[in-house]
């Protein structure tokens, strides 16, 4: 059995985060280092590394919350796309990365995972992102 991830803690609780979504089968919130304003995860309750090892009922339900909250994003910032990486890098939890992006460059740009996370700024975009 794998260690729990940081995702799996925030799941129970443990840790807390800044939520914009949840329903039985995955939870959203936002990164706490994020690309642009809005860059939320995607994760399944159940913490499987890889997304392909995902049994189909956990992925399809991943990927149904992850086209509503995308669907959502994009009423919230007209005219920006939303990007989705799944890149896998990080936390041994399969996560999904949705990014509100105006151009190339802001969508490849680095997170800086040195800098302070700003909860204040973030509690007010999840606010203002959840439904």
């Not at 939870?27 to 392909?52: C, N, R, S």
Request: negative net charge; aromatic residues 8%; proline residues 6%.
């Amino acid at each position: 059995m794998a260690e729990d991830s940081v995702f799996t803690k925030i799941i129970r609780g443990e840790i807390p985060c800044h939520k914009v979504y949840e329903d039985e089968k995955t939870l959203a919130f936002l990164d706490i280092h994020p690309v642009q304003p809005g860059h939320t995860l995607v994760i399944p309750k159940v913490q499987v590394e890889f997304i392909w090892d995902l049994p189909d009922e956990d992925y399809q339900a991943l990927m149904a919350s992850v086209k509503k909250i995308g669907e959502h994003y994009r009423d919230m910032f007209t005219p920006k796309q939303i990007g989705v990486i799944v890149a896998g890098l990080g936390v041994p939890h399969t996560h999904v990365h949705l990014i509100p992006f105006s151009n190339e460059s802001e969508l490849k740009a680095h997170q800086d995972l040195n800098l302070e996370a700003d909860h204040a700024a973030l509690a007010e975009m999840a606010k203002k992102l959840a439904f």
